[in-house]
């Protein structure tokens, strides 16, 4: 995608007949631009959503192996996905409700834990463990009966902002001329770059290996979480049936390693890492999946909206922020990007269009608070469970065992995780 370019006017009668006129345009094909599309439409908004893989329908899972990508869903995105009248087409079965947390310091000493409960948290359930599949299946479908949302599989390769909306040039298709476009087109968003706005990177250095597996005791609806020395992180998190769906944060060197290990080499492994207390807690562990891996980076946008001058382009999830996944917060953070945005533009005075620069900047305010706290959190926890030195493992140890202490902190974190957002 080229560099936008703000000086071309759009609204020319040469040009008029061959452009399709819209209200908004979402940039990207994951659950975020998905959810968002949707949801825009069932306000009412002529919505079109543009990205190459949107012919490539999602499959319903079945069976008894759940995919490589696992997400935890907070309540915030339930409630997100109950507004956009999905929730109770999803296939429950394939859920994993969370009733306890679990984390556990790096020392191997009963002290260093946290221990978080739907007890403490006032609420059913802490989270919900789930697949990608599920959700995108399941949004898949209700699009399909959505009257105002039309999704075209293509590539935008270059995108003009005026002073009344924005002009889309794609690939293999006419030209669109919207109010407003949502760029949902991920983590190096062609979007982001093409109008301007900065985002600051860094590397972890590390890589998340992923894999599901079958486990002999029951998880007891818990999800685990284990600091290793020298800054590793296992989480187990629970699923259906039996099973637990691993994130494995480590080098990149040993990631490789791992993703060429032998069932047996597993046994060995889990029987050596934290004293074993992950076998004792899940007993025998059978791999039921092809382990993956990724790499893990830290992404925040400068700006949520823009060009800079005279914005008509706003940013959701991976675009906008990535970061890491020990909170397992990164699809809710993004989903709250979307519930923000459908708020307010649900909500907008009769008079205000929905590229109205007031309704933007509330978007952007908004967000900057929720994503600054969450990124800085999880950055500042993985750097100092990463550190070598006596003095970082007396304080981070103590501060688990501090905080587990403290029933005020813990229903602060407790909310933080849950999120909010409201429909009303």
């Not at 936008?4 to 040469?14: G, H, L, M, R, V």
């Not at 690939?171 to 706005?197: C, E, F, Q, Y």
């Not at 823009?306 to 922020?321: C, M, Q, R, Y």
Request: aromatic fraction near 6%.
């Amino acid at each position: 995608m080229s560099e936008a370019n703000q000086n071309i006017p759009f609204n020319t009668p040469a040009n008029t007949a061959q452009v399709r006129t819209v209200d908004v345009v979402v940039i990207g094909g994951g659950i975020a631009g998905k959810a968002c599309a949707l949801g825009l439409a069932q306000m009412g908004l002529q919505t079109i959503e543009v990205a190459p893989d949107l012919s490539s329908p999602i499959p319903s899972p079945a069976g008894p192996h759940w995919g490589q990508r696992i997400y935890a869903f907070s309540p915030s995105t339930q409630k997100l996905l109950a507004h956009l009248q999905i929730w109770d087409a999803l296939d429950h079965s394939r859920l994993q409700a969370v009733r306890d947390m679990r984390i556990f310091g790096d020392r191997g000493e009963q002290t260093d834990q946290l221990h978080l409960s739907t007890f403490e948290a006032g609420t059913p359930q802490l989270a919900w463990i789930g697949e990608s599949n599920l959700i995108e299946h399941t949004l898949d479908q209700a699009i399909r009966f959505q009257n105002k949302l039309d999704q075209i599989a293509d590539t935008v390769e270059n995108l003009q902002t005026d002073a009344d909306g924005v002009t889309l040039y794609l690939k293999n298709h006419l030209p669109i001329r919207a109010l407003l476009v949502v760029a949902a087109d991920g983590a190096n968003s062609p979007t982001r770059m093409s109008i301007g706005i900065t985002a600051s990177e860094e590397s972890y250095s590390q890589s998340a290996v992923v894999a599901n597996w079958s486990c002999s005791n029951p998880h007891l609806e818990t999800a685990y979480q284990w600091f290793l020395p020298g800054g590793d992180i296992v989480a187990m998190l629970p699923l259906p049936n039996k099973q637990v769906s691993m994130v494995w944060s480590t080098s990149p060197e040993n990631a490789t390693t791992l993703l060429n290990f032998t069932q047996e080499d597993w046994n060995q492994k889990f029987a050596l890492i934290a004293g074993g207390a992950v076998t004792n807690q899940l007993g025998k562990l059978s791999l039921n999946s092809a382990p993956a891996a990724f790499p893990l980076r830290k992404i925040r946008a400068a700006r949520f909206i823009g060009p800079e001058h005279n914005p008509k382009v706003v940013l959701i999830g991976d675009a906008a922020h990535v970061m890491h996944p020990l909170a397992g917060q990164g699809l809710n953070l993004g989903l709250r990007d979307v519930a923000t945005l459908l708020n307010i533009l649900g909500k907008r005075e009769s008079f205000r269009s929905p590229n109205n620069l007031v309704l933007l900047r509330r978007y952007e305010r908004q967000r900057q608070g929720d994503t600054s706290a969450l990124l800085w959190v999880t950055d500042r926890l993985k750097k100092l469970f990463s550190g070598s030195s006596n003095t970082e493992r007396q304080l981070r140890n103590f501060g688990l065992g501090f905080v587990n202490r403290s029933h005020f902190i813990k229903r602060r974190l407790i909310e933080r995780a849950l999120g909010d957002i409201d429909f009303e």
